[in-house]
């Protein structure tokens, strides 16, 4: 690292290093001999950058679910769709996102999902009359999005620049953390984006995590970047963003989690 992408400090610490794979992260066929990985923490925003000695390049054109759901991806749905309420990460979710769209006449504005994954938080503001479309580069997740819960899934992904829809709202939960150059995503969203349209955010909190624990979900091996507050404020300042809400919380799960929403300037 020649300097933090986030904000262009030039000095970096050794924050933590693996030689082998953490308790309950998922198995990505990563040889035990080969597992060797570390986070750098710039000193001035204390975003965390991973480097690793393995490439996983490939993982999120079909193999992260293969790996991290197998042939479980609609039962994980079910699973989690069927959660008490004070036991659902995504009850709050919802009901934060709608209480935000609700206050800014938005809620009869067009959404567009990034990430979708399993699916459970466009579908559940799908069934709340939302006119949402999702992005997802997996094709197992993709196929289940339209299949099993017949969700509208563009065909294009985030780097086809022809997408010709505009949105009021794009939501990308637990994405930027994957994501090799968060500055150039966010320009390319932004482009998708309507004039004054609003991006909510959410993203691991792993400054918090990494003071409980180096071997938390938060800082497991597919997370590319590991956000602070204070990063997650200058990622989208530097993109032409203003942050409107900002806040880390603890998740039911218990989740380190920073969420917010960005609107564009």
Same mark, same amino acid.
């Given at each position: 690292m020649i300097k933090c992408q986030i904000c262009d400090y030039k000095k970096f610490s050794l924050k933590f290093h693996y030689n082998k794979k953490p308790h309950r992260e998922t198995n990505f066929n990563i040889k035990k001999k080969n597992y060797e990985r570390f986070y750098i923490e710039?000193?001035?925003?204390?975003?965390?950058?991973?480097?690793?000695?393995?490439?996983?390049d490939d993982l999120y054109n079909k193999n992260y679910s293969k790996f991290t759901y197998g042939k479980k991806i609609f039962s994980t749905f079910i699973k989690i769709k069927n959660l008490p309420k004070l036991k659902s990460d995504n009850y709050f979710r919802i009901k934060r996102f709608i209480n935000f769209c609700d206050k800014n006449r938005l809620k009869n504005k067009k959404f567009l999902d990034i990430g979708s994954g399993t699916g459970i938080f466009p579908y559940e503001l799908n069934k709340k009359n939302i006119d949402i479309?999702?992005?997802?580069?997996?094709?197992?997740?993709?196929?289940?999005?339209? *299949?099993?819960?017949?969700?509208?899934?563009? @065909?294009?992904?985030?780097?086809?620049? /022809?997408?010709?829809?505009?949105?009021? +709202? &794009?939501?990308?939960?637990?994405?930027?953390?994957?994501?090799?150059?968060?500055?150039?995503?966010?320009?390319?969203?932004?482009?998708?984006?309507?004039?004054?349209?609003?991006i909510y955010f959410e993203v691991p909190d792993a400054e918090l995590a990494s003071k409980?624990?180096?071997?938390?979900?938060?800082?497991?091996? *597919?997370?590319?970047?590991?956000?602070?507050? @204070?990063?997650?404020?200058?990622?989208? /300042?530097?993109?032409?963003?203003?942050? +409107? &809400?900002?806040?880390?919380?603890?998740?039911?799960?218990?989740?380190?989690?920073?969420y917010g929403f960005a609107k564009k300037t």
């Open positions: 710039c000193k001035n925003c204390s975003h965390l950058y991973s480097l690793m000695s393995f490439n996983l479309r999702c992005i997802e580069k997996d094709l197992n997740f993709r196929k289940h999005l339209r *299949e099993n819960l017949s969700l509208k899934v563009i @065909k294009d992904d985030y780097n086809n620049q /022809k997408l010709k829809s505009k949105f009021n +709202v &794009i939501s990308i939960n637990k994405v930027l953390e994957h994501i090799e150059k968060p500055n150039d995503f966010l320009q390319k969203i932004s482009n998708f984006l309507c004039k004054g349209g609003y409980k624990n180096k071997n938390r979900e938060e800082l497991f091996v *597919e997370h590319i970047h590991g956000f602070s507050k @204070k990063s997650t404020k200058l990622l989208f /300042k530097s993109n032409h963003f203003s942050i +409107v &809400i900002i806040k880390s919380i603890i998740e039911p799960s218990g989740k380190y989690t920073i």
